[in-house]
T-cell receptor, first 113, second 115 residues
Framework: AQSVTQPDIHITVSEGASLELRCNYS??????LFWYVQSPGQGLQLLLK??????LVQGIKGFEAEFKRSQSSFNLRKPSVHWSDAAEYFC???????????FGKGTSLLVTP | DAGVIQSPRHEVTEMGQEVTLRCKPI?????LFWYRQTMMRGLELLIYFNNNVPIDDSGMPEDRFSAKMPNASFSTLKIQPSEPRDSAVYFCASRPPAGGINEQYFGPGTRLTVT
């Protein structure tokens, strides 16, 4: 079965600094990979997704993620963080498009002035 | 589109009472998911419907939990009797028919508190 690990529970960055959130997955074949963001009191919103093709994926709000098969990773990046990016970020993996997703435990992002 | 609609947004109930959470998926979506989110366990899949049929309910904690999807536009998650450990945020998500990478669209959640 597929699984996801987000090694960092909390991350704090200064506004304007770059950001990288880590995600490692476990799955034998090429997985479907997703990053979601959850603002306080809200549901989850999709940032970006990957299945095949270009391993660097662009998403909304200036986020991007890179799929690295050799490292079983799908890290999320943003070159310059804004205070509004403070939220909980979830990485998710799916075995195929017709099934449910497995979510990581999430990484809580705090942005300081 | 209104997105996935969940009701109520907040529910406070006493232990032993029956709780019913409701979800209206996005029109045209044929898959529906119920998740539970807690600090300790994160986001857990409870049950997954495809074309109104339960496909995987292995995440349902115990017999106190039940879910139904009587038609394509409505689903319920019922807890009877409720217990304090059921306190969590319950999310409903829907997804369009498979064909490419189809992400799940989440509702705003129902925050359940059982005292």
């Amino acid at each position: 079965a597929q699984s996801v690990t987000q090694p960092d529970i909390h991350i704090t960055v200064s506004e304007g600094a770059s950001l990288e959130l880590r995600c490692n997955y476990s799955y034998g074949a090429t997985p479907y990979l997703f990053w979601y963001v959850q603002s306080p009191g809200q549901g989850l919103q999709l940032l970006l997704k990957y299945f095949s093709g270009d391993t660097l994926v662009q998403g909304i709000k200036g986020f991007e993620a890179e799929f690295k098969r050799s490292q079983s990773s799908f890290n999320l990046r943003k070159p310059s963080v804004h205070w509004s990016d403070a939220a909980e970020y979830f990485c998710a993996v799916g075995a195929n498009s017709g099934y449910a997703l497995n979510f990581g435990k999430g990484t809580s992002l705090l942005v300081t002035p | 589109d209104a997105g996935v609609i969940q009701s109520p947004r907040h529910e406070v109930t006493e232990m032993g009472q029956e709780v019913t959470l409701r979800c209206k998926p996005i029109s045209g979506h044929n898959s529906l998911f119920w998740y539970r989110q807690t600090m300790m366990r994160g986001l857990e899949l409870l049950i997954y419907f495809n074309n109104n049929v339960p496909i995987d309910d292995s995440g349902m904690p115990e017999d106190r939990f039940s879910a139904k999807m009587p038609n394509a536009s409505f689903s319920t998650l019922k807890i009877q009797p409720s217990e304090p450990r059921d306190s969590a945020v319950y999310f409903c998500a829907s997804r369009p028919p498979a064909g490419g990478i189809n992400e799940q669209y989440f509702g705003p959640g129902t925050r359940l508190t059982v005292t």
